[in-house]
């Protein structure tokens, strides 16, 4: 089985300055691993994905982040929030050739400020 | 293209009633996942259809099953509810050719309120 962690229920910052949302998990099986947000009141939306490849993904938003497979980490970082960017985001995995089930982390909300 | 519809967006139910949430996924789309998002547990995996053939399936009990039809429209049924089924179902569609995972859309929720 699959799990998500991540550590921070909530992270607030000021707008303008860098964030890190941190995601680490746990499988005994290759995975695939996603970086989902949620604005209040909707469903979620795709933010990013490590399938194979390049470790870093970059998202069209400014959002990346880095697939660590020593430190099963998932790490998502922005160089500059936005006032915009506040909203919950979620890490999930989903085993390789498990089809689209996804086990998600508790969610990370974040708070920019101005 | 129109994105993944679900009706209704919002529903009170009283105990003991049973309850059932449609969802449409984006044309094209043969696989359609249900999930449950509470406050105490987050976002859980119901169950994914594909083809109208259960495909994966989470840990919830027999209360909650689903169904998919030809035109990939999929339906979930919860049975005899308990004020614990109290939270947001959310429904996500993809091409799902495959078994690896394709990015999937989520729809903006059913809210389920059991009294």
């Known amino acids: 089985a699959q799990s998500v962690t991540q550590l921070d229920s909530q992270v607030p910052v000021f707008e303008e300055a860098p964030v890190e949302l941190r995601c680490n998990y746990s499988?005994?099986?290759?995975?695939?691993l996603f970086w989902y947000v949620q604005y209040p009141n909707q469903g979620l939306q795709l933010l990013l994905k490590?399938?194979?490849?390049?470790?870093l993904v970059e998202s069209i938003n400014g959002f990346e982040a880095e697939f660590n497979k020593s430190q099963t980490s998932f790490h998502l970082r922005k160089p500059s929030v936005h006032i915009s960017d506040t909203a919950e985001y979620f890490c999930?995995?989903?085993?390789?050739?498990?089809?689209?089930?996804?086990?998600f982390g508790t969610g990370t909300q974040l708070k920019v400020e101005l | 293209k129109a994105g993944v519809t679900q009706t209704p967006r919002y529903l009170i139910k009283t105990r003991g009633q049973q309850v059932t949430l449609s969802c449409s996924p984006i044309?094209?789309?043969?696989?359609v996942s249900w999930y449950q998002q509470t406050p105490g547990q987050g976002l859980q995996f119901l169950f994914e259809?594909?083809?109208?053939?259960?495909?994966n399936k989470g840990n919830f009990p027999g209360r909650f099953s689903g169904r998919q039809f030809s035109n990939s429209r999929s339906e979930m049924n919860v049975s005899t509810l308990e004020l614990g089924d109290s939270a947001l179902y959310l429904c996500?569609?993809?091409?799902?050719?495959?078994?690896?995972?394709?990015?999937?859309?989520f729809g903006p929720g059913t809210r389920l309120t059991v009294l």
């Open positions: 996500a569609s993809s091409p799902g050719q495959g078994t690896s995972p394709s990015e999937q859309f």
């Open positions: 499988s005994s099986v290759s995975v695939y």
């Open positions: 490590y399938l194979s490849g390049s470790t």
């Open positions: 999930a995995v989903s085993r390789t050739g498990g089809g689209n089930k996804l086990t």
């Open positions: 044309s094209g789309h043969r696989s």
């Open positions: 259809y594909f083809s109208e053939t259960q495909r």
